[in-house]
């Protein structure tokens, strides 16, 4: 089955690296897949994934009718969505009259307007779906033992003296019974793309506002952005003037 990388738009100034992408994947921990039959509209389901080699791994449930009637190989395109905000215009020194503690010069006042900063990582690639139990087994029994390790090294420490939870502690009549009602997805990876829009366009001065304006704001998403556009690398560096 040939699978094209489809489209997804990105400037080369917000393009990041296989690394970038891993690193992401492994902060989030899940991805939106989404699929579409001929002529039908796509379906998507949030699931935890995992990225192995040149494949992304997940399950489903067994009732998930976007998976459980699959029948052979299907495009498919997962999407990670990192940390994401709205940036005001408000913030960029450079279009604001002087009047009001900017900056601007000549016919640059006001020429800006709101827009949004993320961190995004698109996979396309040939969709498989599998029922081996021991596979599955295995498969959840990874992805339980990190995310709960994550979960006590960041700071969950009533029970950290038990260690991460394992599959072990549930009844094997229990497990067994929810092995059996999953589906195990496996994404051949034929592209990824990490498009993370940080601000990258505007000179220091706006970089600086913004990132001011977004830990003054204080949510969680707008420090995570904060924090994102200050390390992102620029496409006009600064000129020292």
Known sequence: MNINRGYVYVPASQRVGEADCRALLEDI???LWVTAAAGEVPSATLLPTLWRGDRLIAHASGHNEQFATLD?????????????????????????????????????????V???????????????????????RREVAELARLH????????????????????????????????????????????????????????EVDRDGVAAGLEERGRPRDLAVAEAVRSAVPLYESTGE
């Open 29 to 31: 921990g899940a991805g």
């Open 148 to 203: 709960d390790e994550e979960r006590l090294a960041e700071g969950c420490p009533a029970d950290a003296h038990r260690g991460p939870w394992t599959p072990k502690e549930a009844p094997s009549d229990f497990l067994e019974a929810m092995l059996s009602g999953i589906v195990g997805l496996e994404l051949e990876i034929t592209d990824v793309v990490g498009r993370f829009k940080l601000s990258q366009n505007r000179v």
């Open 114 to 136: 709101g827009t949004w900063d993320y961190q995004q990582v698109q996979f396309a690639g040939r969709l498989t779906v599998h029922r081996d139990r021991e596979r599955l």
């Open 72 to 112: 052979g190989p299907l495009p498919c395109r997962v999407v990670v969505q990192g940390a994401e905000a709205y940036v005001s215009p408000r913030w960029y020194p450079s279009i604001q009259s002087p009047d009001e503690g900017g900056a601007a010069r000549g016919r640059a006042e006001g020429r800006a």
